[in-house]
């Protein structure tokens, strides 16, 4: 079964404080990890994928094979980066399999 | 470049009523995906086309069907609407497996429907 775990439903920092948005996965083959963010009236966009191993915004995740994780981090927060963020999943077929996702809060 | 669209934005139906929801894919996407959303979670895989088949389905029961145009825009139907299906509803396009880095899925707004 596939599945993807988002711990935290709520996460609240200040502004230049680092921030780690934790996710672990289920699947027993080599997934390929997405996040995905939804800023305020806007659509779910990619934000990106651990295939790339790119940078977006400021933000890195890291696969951990062997933690079945995927965690998403940012050193320093900034106030824009408040969204809702959901890790995904994209096993054998073509279906991505979303967490329930994390309201990110950066306080001024 | 045009982004994907849905239409409508918002629909309230009845109960036992029957709903079709449209998607326009990206420009040069051949491949759409449905997804719902309920409140308060994650979206939900409801089945995918690729060039006007099906291509996979998650545990939505039959009364949820599809369909791909020849120019790749989807429908989504649904039966016998029920009260647990009031949610949002997303498509995503994407260029198809069979591409290198093809299995990037472009969201569109999403359809906000809601059954009383």
């Known amino acids: 079964a596939q599945r993807v775990t988002q711990p935290e439903k709520l996460l609240s920092v200040f502004k230049g404080a680092p921030v780690e948005l934790k996710c672990n996965y289920s699947?027993?083959?080599?997934?390929?990890l997405f996040w995905y963010v939804q800023y305020s009236r806007q659509r779910l966009q990619l934000l990106l994928r651990h295939i790339s191993r790119e940078s977006i915004k400021g933000f890195t995740a890291d696969l951990n094979k062997g933690e079945t994780s995927f965690h998403l981090k940012k050193p320093f927060a900034q106030e824009e980066d408040s969204a809702m963020y959901y890790c995904?999943?994209?096993?054998?077929?073509?279906?991505?399999?979303f967490g329930k996702g994390t309201k990110l809060t950066v306080n001024p | 470049e045009t982004g994907v669209t849905q239409s409508p934005t918002h629909l309230i139906k009845t109960r036992g009523q029957q709903v079709t929801l449209r998607c326009s894919s990206q420009?040069?996407?051949?491949?759409v995906s449905w997804y719902q959303q309920a409140l308060g979670q994650g979206p939900q895989f409801i089945f995918q086309?690729?060039?006007?088949?099906?291509?996979g389905r998650g545990n939505f029961p039959p009364r949820f069907s599809g369909l791909q145009f020849p120019n790749y825009s989807s429908e989504l139907n649904v039966n016998a609407l029920e009260l647990d299906d009031s949610a949002l509803y997303l498509c995503a396009s994407s260029l198809g497996a069979r591409v290198r880095g093809g299995r990037e899925q472009y969201f569109g707004p999403g359809t906000r429907l809601t059954v009383t």
């Open positions: 699947y027993s083959g080599s997934p390929e």
């Open positions: 420009s040069g996407h051949n491949t």
């Open positions: 086309y690729y060039r006007e088949e099906e291509n």
């Open positions: 995904a999943l994209q096993g054998g077929s073509e279906k991505l399999v």
